[in-house]
């Protein structure tokens, strides 16, 4: 039942969702998010918590990729996990919308259009990113912890190159 649903979870549109990394409950966002929040994160964990199951939420093991939001509204997901026979990819392209502390990404797979849904929390302080999507049935969910880059340093201006001319006295 877990594989079931650990599959279903990746592959269906509301429970994916729940894949963009959330450890519980988020807490509320003020309407704009952050500055530094419109940026590429790194996936760095992902649970899934399966209420059909009574085993301990599943600690999914090697996660990787990147999810990129753009103040736009649009995103581009790139996750993988490896498995036995190879890295599991999962690409997705969409729009993303936020209310509060809920984030609703839509996007067009395989099956046609598909909506997830869930909240999120994001802290300025350590750039890192949770998202918690809504999984079937309900109480399942998706809980994925992402990590910004750093933002990338501007260059230091330089100076004009001298002329090489010498100043009359």
């Given at each position: 039942?877990?594989?079931?649903?650990?599959?279903?979870?990746?592959?269906?549109?509301?429970?994916?969702?729940?894949?963009?990394?959330?450890?519980?409950?988020?807490?509320?966002?003020?309407?704009?998010?952050?500055?530094?929040?419109?940026?590429?994160?790194?996936?760095?964990?992902?649970?899934?918590?399966?209420?059909?199951?009574?085993?301990?939420?599943?600690?999914?093991?090697?996660?990787?990729?990147?999810?990129?939001?753009?103040?736009?509204?649009?995103y581009a997901k790139r996750f993988s996990i490896a498995s036995n026979n190879g890295p599991m990819q999962f690409k997705q392209d969409g729009?993303?919308?936020?209310?509060?502390?809920?984030?609703?990404?839509?996007?067009?797979?395989?099956?046609?259009?598909?909506?997830?849904?869930?909240?999120?929390?994001?802290?300025?302080?350590?750039?890192?990113?949770?998202?918690?999507?809504?999984?079937?049935?309900?109480?399942?969910?998706?809980?994925?912890?992402?990590?910004?880059?750093?933002?990338?340093?501007?260059?230091?201006?330089?100076?004009a190159p001298k002329t090489g001319k010498k100043r009359r006295r």
């Amino acid at each position: 039942m877990m594989r079931y649903f650990f599959l279903r979870l990746l592959t269906s549109g509301s429970a994916l969702l729940s894949a963009v990394l959330l450890s519980g409950v988020a807490r509320a966002q003020t309407a704009r998010p952050l500055p530094g929040f419109f940026t590429t994160y790194t996936y760095t964990a992902y649970t899934v918590y399966d209420t059909t199951n009574p085993d301990e939420p599943t600690q999914v093991s090697g996660v990787g990729g990147t999810l990129t939001l753009n103040s736009t509204g649009t995103y581009a997901k790139r996750f993988s996990i490896a498995s036995n026979n190879g890295p599991m990819q999962f690409k997705q392209d969409g729009t993303f919308t936020l209310t509060g502390d809920s984030i609703r990404f839509t996007f067009r797979d395989q099956k046609g259009a598909d909506v997830q849904r869930g909240t999120f929390y994001f802290d300025p302080g350590t750039r890192h990113l949770t998202i918690t999507i809504l999984g079937y049935p309900a109480g399942n969910r998706g809980v994925y912890e992402l990590v910004a880059a750093e933002p990338k340093a501007l260059a230091p201006a330089t100076s004009a190159p001298k002329t090489g001319k010498k100043r009359r006295r």
